[in-house]
């Protein structure tokens, strides 16, 4: 795996993130994606080689610390290195993380990070699953939006 760089997401072009985002999304979102890149007490970054994202994710406030989501990346080593990343921005506080459970990666980054699971929900879908590459999703966007 080629080194990343970690840049703001804010800095990157939006088509750029919105191309990234679909293939990790089964929708488009690009009205949503604007504005949950620039919330209020929010972090967005990008890992990047050369000039391709390899992977993104959103630190926000929450009730009690802070949440991230997504973390999107194209392998467990990208998305530490954002993990990290954004953990540095809020030293101390509180993270919260949901993974997909189908990525073992994800839960053993997690665990590596100290983290437990609290709680499981389920997904569900009336139309079959969608084409998305689960491996990739160490974090949801948030639960209302998957």
């Known amino acids: 795996m080629p080194s990343v760089a970690i840049k703001e997401l804010r800095g990157l072009p939006f088509a750029q993130l919105m191309r990234y985002d679909q293939s990790h999304f089964p929708a488009s979102r690009e009205r949503f994606l604007a504005n949950w890149i620039v919330q209020p007490d929010s972090v967005a970054l990008a890992a990047m080689h050369d000039r391709d994202i390899q992977g993104y994710g959103v630190l926000r406030k ?33 993270f919260v993380l949901d993974v997909p459970e189908p990525n073992t990666e994800a839960i053993a980054l997690a665990r590596q990070y100290g983290m437990a699971s ?8 009336t139309k079959g699953a969608p084409a998305i590459a689960l491996e990739h999703v160490f ?7 998957g």
């Open 62 to 94: 929450c009730c009690n610390g802070y949440k991230i989501g997504p973390l999107f990346a194209d392998d467990a080593t990208t998305a530490q290195a954002l993990l990290d990343a954004l953990i540095a921005q809020r030293e101390g506080e509180t």
């Open 118 to 125: 609290v709680f499981e929900t389920a997904r569900m879908y």
């Open 139 to 145: 974090g949801i966007t948030t639960f209302e939006l």
